[in-house]
């Protein structure tokens, strides 16, 4: 995953229950950051091929010690990942929650990201779609709002915020619950004003439903 403007840092979601990012290195050289439940991360440093690092023998990863924390940041697997800026994630997870994190630290190798903000939306977190992205306006530095897919729980449609304070909030604005089995892909199809029509999915009822959102 890249953000947006395709620059910098990717990010891939680790099979350990973490959050793995590579940096390009002006040498050519890359590194790679990678977190799960050990509660610790480490770096990595090879070719821009995946080469160097890696696991030893006895299954461990080599690198030194970038970051760690008395607790993991996630409960469970990380389903999704969506940049926000280099520095600022928001994190899809089966533990239901939606967390918006801070990654700078990684960088400075100093503790593991920090929780921004988070919010149970009473569903695995499937997939997150961006819909909209908003300037300043009163009181805030930030608005986003996105698209959720919950696996059991539905559909949700999210507001993020970042205020003037550098403080984050999310607040769900719609939810849709109408599937009766996992919902694991929603889209926005169409979208005039504050209108917009939405498709979520349910997966073993092979069903598929449109409904309308409007923001207030």
């Not at 680790?14 to 977190?35: I, K, P």
């Amino acid at each position: 995953l890249l953000p947006r403007g395709g620059s910098g840092r990717r990010a891939v979601v680790g099979d350990d229950w973490g959050v793995v990012s590579c940096h390009a290195l002006n040498s050519g050289q890359g590194r790679v950051d990678f977190g799960g439940d050990d509660e610790m991360g480490t770096g990595d440093e090879g070719d821009d091929n995946g080469g160097g690092g890696g696991d030893d023998d006895d299954g461990s990863r080599n690198g030194s010690l970038l970051w760690k924390m008395g607790r993991r940041v996630h409960e469970a697997g990380v389903t999704f990942i969506l940049p926000l800026s280099e520095h600022v994630w928001v994190t899809g997870c089966h533990d239901d929650m939606l967390r918006v994190l801070g990654v700078e630290a990684m960088d400075l190798g100093s503790q593991r990201p920090k929780v921004l903000a988070e919010c149970n939306l009473g569903g695995s977190v499937w997939r997150i779609k961006l819909l909209r992205e908003e300037s300043a306006g009163e009181g805030l530095d930030s608005r986003f709002v996105a698209l959720v897919s919950c696996s059991h729980g539905g559909t949700r449609i999210v507001e993020i915020v970042k205020r003037a304070d550098d403080e984050w909030d999310i607040r769900v604005l719609a939810q849709f619950e109408e599937n009766t089995s996992m919902n694991y892909a929603s889209d926005c199809v169409s979208s005039e004003g504050k209108v917009m029509a939405i498709l979520s999915s349910s997966f073993y009822e092979r069903k598929i439903f449109l409904w309308e959102f409007r923001e207030e």
